[in-house]
């Protein structure tokens, strides 16, 4: 006879899978502030306010004038791969908005106990959701403006390792700021304001010029040593900034790429951007480099990395080659022959 052995393999409980899957998406406070302020953008808020307290493991509040949500649809919302973005998988094809996968707020609340206030434009009352780790606690009416503020309080309480993990307050809302930087670079039509332990420590200028940002992120200094990129093809268009061959850092926190909206890291493009330079670099140093690229959707797909930090791009030796000839462009145009003084 056949013996069956006994089975080691169980099948997790959901609240269980949730908290590991939220690990991959929730790694720090500045997650849960990115995932938050992307909804804010994808519900076309114009005004979206982030409030820290502590380093971010007692409470973030997000509060946006966006188109806010159903009271179904509040209800609705942290159900795991619960989404109004996509449909279906061809959906994955053309995707524009930040979030698809309906996956942020089931994390979020998985680790922390949050609250939802929310209230679409048509419709009278609004809409309270309380959440934990352990499920949803109460629904309510409640009063409130248009758009929807979220809070998340006591971040990790249930993954107490997770909570170990995480670095000094000081790196964290290093990570916030840096976060709520970038996606203000990156919508800069979105007016946003981060509030630290009660102080502004950030807000962004509701101009529509990249500039104007990265004057008001990076300083005057900064700015001032930067030419204007502009390139245009059949497959995509960038435009942006990159420093002359003189403003150089050691590490990459003065690049800064986003494709479609999203703020992305990319070995790929930022090697393409130095090799732009030639030799005017000096060794193991990085120039400045702020770049929108706009591609057809077809040719991106974010659905690679947990966070979507990473994306994968069709035609990936083509794009190269245009960052290279663009980077070549914009500093030529820039001034970047030392002048030669000539004496007669
Ligand atoms: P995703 O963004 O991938 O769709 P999320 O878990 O982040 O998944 O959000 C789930 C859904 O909740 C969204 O698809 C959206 O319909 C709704 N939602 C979340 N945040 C907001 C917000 N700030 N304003 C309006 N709707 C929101
Ligand atoms: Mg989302």
Do not use: W
Not at 45 to 56: D, F, M, N, P, Q
């Amino acid at each position: 006879a056949c013996d069956i052995g006994t089975s080691r393999i169980r099948l997790l409980d959901e609240s269980t899978i949730n908290k590991i899957a939220a690990g991959e998406v929730i790694e720090r406070p500045a997650s849960v502030v990115k995932e938050l302020i992307e909804n804010s953008v994808d519900a076309h808020a114009s005004e979206v306010r982030v409030e820290i307290g502590g380093y971010g493991t007692k409470s973030i509040l997000v509060v946006d004038n966006g188109v806010g949500m159903s009271h179904t649809d509040a209800s609705l919302a942290f159900k795991k791969h619960a989404t109004s973005k996509i449909n279906t998988i061809e959906d994955l094809d053309r995707i524009l908005t930040m979030g698809f996968r309906g996956e942020a707020l089931a994390s979020i609340a998985s680790v922390a106990k949050v609250e939802l206030v929310t209230r679409q434009e048509d419709s009278i009352g609004g809409t309270k959701v309380v959440v934990d780790g352990s499920g949803i606690r109460n629904i309510s009416s409640a009063g409130t403006a248009v758009g929807t503020s979220i809070l998340v309080n006591d971040l990790f309480y249930s993954t107490p390792a997770r909570k170990k993990y995480l670095k000094s307050a000081r790196t964290e809302l290093s990570h916030i700021i840096d976060v709520v930087s970038r996606n203000s670079l990156a919508h800069s039509d979105v007016s946003f304001t981060l509030v630290i332990d009660g102080k502004v420590s950030l807000r962004s200028p509701s101009s529509a010029k990249m500039l104007d940002s990265i004057v008001h992120l990076y300083g005057a200094d900064v700015a001032r040593s930067l030419v204007p990129l502009e390139y245009e093809s059949d497959l995509l268009t960038i435009s942006g900034y990159i420093s002359k061959p003189e403003l150089t850092r050691s590490g990459k926190d003065l690049q800064v790429f986003f494709i479609n909206g999203r703020s992305i890291f990319s070995n790929q493009i930022s090697n393409a951007v130095r090799l732009g330079y030639y030799t005017l670099l000096p060794k193991g140093r990085y120039p400045a480099a702020f770049l929108n690229f706009i591609i057809d959707p077809v040719n991106v797909d974010v659905n690679v990395h947990p966070a979507k930090r990473e994306v994968r791009l069709s035609h990936e030796k083509e794009i190269e080659a245009m960052v290279i000839s663009a980077v070549e462009d914009a500093l030529g145009r820039g001034s970047l022959v030392p002048e030669v003084q000539v004496r007669k």
